[in-house]
């Protein structure tokens, strides 16, 4: 399942990061209800996977753990660009790969040009194209 790490679910807020069904999500929302008869909080947080935009919904005791993806933010440079792919070049480790080019990047990203990507439970995303 790639990298993650546990941290108890009462301790994220909006823009943290979860794991919910296998799926790296970035929290949108946060509800914490009162604590009834037997003192225990429940915790309702929505998000959306960084992946797919699927938006997923969990509730759980304030007490209970929850995992949180890893994130390594990455550098490299831009080799060749075939339609909505471009093939890669890490500037660490001069590995090469090809990467999908988000809809929002494309037509930005060009040859010989520094991209960030990151690297979210095993899987590779651009995420910007540096100046």
Known sequence: ?????????????????????????KVVDVETSKSGKHGHAKIRLTAIGLLDDRKRVIIAPGHDNVYTPIIEKKNAQVLSVAGNTANVMDNVSYETFDLPIPE???????EGQQIMYWVIMDEKVMKQVSA
């Open 104 to 110: 929002e990047l494309q037509g930005q990203v060009k």
């Open 1 to 25: 399942m790639g990298e993650t790490k546990p941290v108890p679910i009462n301790t994220l807020k909006k823009g943290s990061y979860i794991v919910i069904e296998d799926a790296a999500c």
